[in-house]
């Protein structure tokens, strides 16, 4: 996860590297890792590349000399700037910014974009529900011609998540699975990834404390071999985005590695099996 190979900003765990995003390119080479997944918020848009047409062509050329592509954006701006009001009504302004960032995604050749519902953009209300599944009916097909999935991660009970999903039934709609998130939330991964296997688009890999905050990998409730198992079982072979706890005394690359190492023995022991 871009922001995770450059020192904190703020002492937030993580944000938009305004200042060295390109130094994470080679950072990432070193550490192992094939890609990184942009973070686009409302705080550090002024400074983000991929705002511009030449942004996003300095983006390109750092992928072509190191080799660490692109792959997926975290649009952590519709936390702020929600795509839905409370009352449940679309919000014209953040649904037409969606519209321009995925043209911005294509020329970047992303492969999808994850829309996170949670914390202060949690889905509260069915109203909510319904004008979601409305702004995803319609930015749909404008999300297939760009050739980008639209990847909701979201903090609601597996079920529910896997009716909306159902309901809107467009195969470039597809659910991100946050590890951490929900071993905090205390959801049963077998029930979980069952429900949402055949919507299963990315997965982020964190590890939290029941009900509590971000850990390092293997110290909290997650049940990464669980995860990984079932992760196997649905054929899943997108990527696994590192969004791991931050440590002191470990540079941001040297943890990068660890965690890489981390994952790959999780691949490892399923594959075994």
């Not at 450059?6 to 765990?13: A, L, W």
């Not at 070193?30 to 590349?49: K, M, R």
């Amino acid at each position: 996860m871009q922001g995770r190979l450059s020192p904190p900003v703020g002492g937030r765990i993580q944000s938009f590297p305004v200042d060295t995003w390109r130094d994470e390119f080679p950072r990432a080479r070193e550490a192992g890792l094939d890609c990184i997944e942009w973070v686009y918020e409302v705080d550090t848009e002024a400074g983000n590349p991929l705002a511009t047409e030449a942004g996003v062509a300095a983006i390109q050329a750092l992928v072509a000399t190191t080799g660490v592509a692109v792959g997926s954006i975290c649009a952590d701006f519709y936390m702020q700037e929600r795509l839905v009001g409370d009352d449940g009504v679309p919000r014209a302004a953040a649904v037409e910014h969606l519209r321009r960032l995925l043209q911005r995604a294509a020329g970047l050749g992303v492969r999808y974009l994850v829309l996170p519902f949670v914390d202060e953009s949690s889905l509260q209300s069915e109203a909510q529900l319904a004008g979601l599944a409305k702004v995803m009916t319609a930015l749909l097909p404008k999300a297939e011609e760009a050739g980008v999935e639209l990847h909701l991660e979201t903090d609601l009970n597996p079920a529910r998540l896997a009716q909306l999903l159902k309901e809107v039934s467009q195969p470039f709609l597809r659910a991100n699975y946050d590890i951490g998130n929900s071993a905090s939330l205390g959801h049963d991964p077998v029930e979980e990834l069952t429900l949402l296997g055949p919507w299963l688009g990315s997965v982020h890999v964190k590890d939290r404390l029941l009900g509590g905050g971000t850990v390092p990998l293997g110290t909290g409730a997650a049940d990464f071999a669980a995860c990984f198992r079932l992760f196997r079982q649905s054929h899943y072979r997108g990527p696994f985005i590192l969004q791991a706890a931050r440590e002191e005394g470990m540079s941001e690359t040297d943890l990068a590695r660890r965690n890489r190492r981390f994952v790959q023995n999780q691949i490892a022991a399923v594959t075994a099996e």
